[in-house]
């Protein structure tokens, strides 16, 4: 409800209020938009404090999650949207070549809060986010080259060249992952050391923990409202965008489902595969698309219109991951425990837990 709220609250804002989405677009530093990235840091810092940082080498020693994790990233995810865009928007170049830089925009922010809504792992969660981080810096470029020149060439497609430095790639990581996750491990640290790990999950990350939640919400207004007059001027456009990236997040969410049972990872790193593979990077998108196209371009308005779908679109898919939980992997996914095979909690486990 409150992110729906918050959606129709940010379109409203920027569609009725004079100068915010220019107000919006003024504050920026480096192609980054700073109240956007206020939001985000915000947002992703709690879920960060709660990491316990001793047990990521349990992550990194699970080489099918690892392994699998990459080829859903950065050789599936991308051909997917580069299959979808050309489908759904052959007449449309403007709003291709958008589609096929939000797909190439691995995610590293919003990933976390899904992550956690959806009971995933979290120690999987960071340790995959930072391999898509690292992998991103290096392989942005080369893969926006190849699907936009290289592959439309060798299909008898158009070509479209993308024109992005590793260093404003570098920034987009290092403020979106590195400071929130340099002052979570930073919290938990000196937490710990100050006041032991009991104080520091019962007291400490209870307290700032809906700061995650808050800064969603903040981050949603702000996003809608940047481009609140054009999703409402162009319904039709924004409608025929919505199709392929609905497409894309229903299938990589439930590829990652599927090879997360089929190899017997577990409910909660099966959730982390899945949503870590279907989320995206909209900020980079977003600050490339206006970069090399410019803020009233068809392909700046792409890569907006792709949180305005993936936002809703992977709220739902976290209560179908919990019901899946239930019904597919018969455990509690807030706690783990192990439900019987008709779904329902023991009643002295649900004692318990109360």
Known sequence: MWIGLAMVGGIVLGRFIPGVSDLLVSLEVGGISLPIGIGLLVMMYPVLAKVRYDKLASVTGDKKLLVTSLLLNWLVGPAVMFALAWVFLPDLPA???GLIIVGLARCIAMV??????ACGDR???AVLVAINSAFQVVAFA????????VLPGWLGL????L????????????VFLGIPLIAGFASRLVGERAKGRDWYEQKFVPRIGPWALYGLLFTIVLLF???GEAVTEHPLDVLRIALPLLAYFAILWGLGMGLGRVLKLGYSRTTTLAFTAAGNNFELAIAVAIGTFGATSGEALAGVVGPLIEVPVLVALVYVSLWLARRVWHVEPATGIQLPMGGAAPAEDAEARA
Not at 158 to 161: I, V
């Open 225 to 227: 409202a940047l481009q």
């Open 95 to 97: 709003y291709r070549t």
């Open 163 to 174: 024109e992005v430095s590793m260093g404003q790639i570098a920034l987009n990581v290092l």
């Open 158 to 161: 158009d070509t479209q060249g």
């Open 123 to 125: 120690e999987a969660a």
């Open 142 to 149: 080369l893969l926006g080259y190849f699907y936009l020149t």
């Open 112 to 117: 976390v809060i899904w992550n956690d809504l």
